[in-house]
């Protein structure tokens, strides 16, 4: 039998309440069926179901999944070695296809953003091959060296269990307790198997190449091959979604998205004019009041990538069929201008392209906060000063930020 998704989470938040498992119910949640149409707790793999555009699990796995890591939480056995490898500390991606990597990556983290930073020895375990040692200390006060913002982060969730919760150090070494350990390798395996699957074409079998670009690349580029539709995910090449889907030609701009005929007018027969190698999925339009005008069809990743409210569309600005695509909205063009969450990622690019102190190139981050009339004041961070802070402040006027903007149409005209 199947289930909304929303009452699976109910049912697993309620089962695993005990102190000994805190659940985070986002592992049951629909963007972790992009990679492989699959959600996970423990090594149990939900494969996603979509029926009236809401997504089900099956009721006789969940509670399958549910039993096993109840029994595993109340007796999680000895403790053994997590066995970091202490490599790669530059990877910086907390999502990772290998959990003791994610696991290695936010101890880094933790002890960099904690107000006293340990010794970059100390973090590392005893025992430890020497070459290893010395060159991990060496990267290690790097990265602890530079200056971090607070940690307001959610923790780290590898299939559905908050991971950091049973990692322990017991004699100078990070342990786990072992039978989180063969759960968790369980689940990797069990992962990594239907990744593979779901590089796959389901037109014409083709294999996508990911060896050259990891997981926080992948997602960062988002140029890859998946795209979701009336009936959930699916793995199509570029040339197997062009040759099944329209290009868009326009016939929607300047049509409101409240209106019956975007209603009537199905969005997944075109490829997404961001990326231009998804199916759409949905009619993306500007939320900006009073405009609510049909910018065009976008796929379920564009089209997230564009609500997130944070690092929206990073190589948005040096792609032009996103920007172009932006600019759809009729309300945003007789303005000039671009909705306040995008116009702000605008003006903090610019910034970091452009803003320095004295003779320092490296690109600072920005903090930006909206005055009256429209313009920004900016706070600006520059963390390429291990054991001082450089701040500064700068003010952005409303014509500027405009004019930038009509800079980046042309642009991409």
Not at 92 to 106: I, P, T
Not at 307 to 336: D, M, Y
Not at 341 to 349: C, E, I, N, T, Y
Not at 389 to 394: D, F, G, K, L, S
Request: contains cysteine; glycine residues 10%; neutral net charge.
């Amino acid at each position: 039998m199947l289930i909304p998704l929303a009452d699976a989470r109910t049912t697993a938040a309620s089962v695993l309440a005990a102190p000994a498992l805190r659940f985070a119910a986002d592992g049951l949640h629909s963007n972790f069926l992009r990679d492989t149409g699959h959600m996970y707790l423990g090594a149990t793999a939900l494969p996603g179901v979509k029926r009236g555009g809401v997504w089900h699990v099956d009721q006789d796995l969940l509670d399958g999944a549910l039993q096993e890591l109840a029994a595993v939480a109340a007796a999680p056995g000895r403790l053994v070695p997590l066995g970091l490898p202490w490599t790669e500390l530059n990877r910086g991606c907390r999502f990772d296809d290998d959990w003791r990597l994610a696991v290695q990556g936010e101890l880094v983290d933790r002890a960099a953003r904690a107000r006293r930073r340990p010794p970059a020895a100390d973090l590392l375990d005893t025992g430890l091959d020497l070459a290893v040692q010395r060159l991990a200390v060496k990267e290690l006060s790097q990265l602890l060296g530079g200056a971090r913002e607070p940690d307001g982060r959610d923790p780290l969730v590898v299939a559905g269990v908050v991971v950091m919760d049973v990692v322990r150090r017991r004699a100078g070494v990070w342990c786990i307790p072992a039978r989180w350990a063969e759960v968790l390798d369980r689940w990797r395996a069990e992962h990594l198997v239907l990744l593979a699957r779901a590089q796959r074409c389901a037109g014409c079998g083709a294999v996508e190449d990911l060896s050259e670009r990891t997981v926080a690349a992948r997602i960062l580029q988002n140029l890859d091959w998946r795209s979701s539709g009336a009936d959930g995910w699916i793995t199509q090449c570029p040339a197997c979604a062009g040759g099944e889907h329209r290009l868009y030609g326009g016939s929607m701009r300047g049509v409101r998205y409240t209106s019956e005929r975007r209603r009537a007018t199905r969005a997944d027969g075109y490829l997404c004019t961001v990326c231009g190698l998804r199916q759409a999925a949905v009619w993306d339009h500007c939320h900006e009041p009073f405009h609510d005008f049909v910018r065009g069809p976008a796929c379920a990743s564009c089209n997230q990538d564009e609500r997130a409210q944070k690092g929206i569309w990073r190589t948005f600005w040096n792609h032009s069929p996103a920007v172009r695509h932006l600019l759809e909205c009729n309300g945003c063009r007789t303005t000039g201008s671009l909705p306040p969450r995008h116009l702000s990622a605008l003006v903090a690019a610019r910034l970091g392209a452009t803003a320095r102190h004295g003779r320092c190139s490296a690109e600072p981050s920005a903090a930006l906060e909206l005055l009256p009339g429209g313009g920004f004041l900016a706070r600006l961070h520059c963390a390429a000063h291990p054991g001082r802070e450089v701040r500064w402040e700068e003010t952005v006027d409303a014509a500027t930020a405009l004019g930038w903007v009509a800079d980046l149409a042309a642009e991409h005209s």
